[in-house]
């Protein structure tokens, strides 16, 4: 699991890092949730349901 937050003001140091990735434990009930924020795109939600 890892979750960019797009508030990050590390996210992006230079041009040779695009994504500051921090590993995130989540628990819950229904899917587990990651967001990216990729270079000079809007974010990316990718839902996968929980087994």
């Known amino acids: 699991m890892a979750v960019v937050s797009p508030n990050d003001s590390t996210a992006r140091r230079d041009g040779q890092e695009p994504l500051n990735v921090a590993p995130v434990r989540l628990t ?13 795109t809007v974010p990316v939600v990718v839902s996968f349901p929980e087994p």
Do not use: M
Request: glycine share 16%; proline share 0%; charged share 15%.
């Open 28 to 40: 819950g009930v229904g899917s587990t949730t990651i967001e990216l924020l990729a270079r000079a």
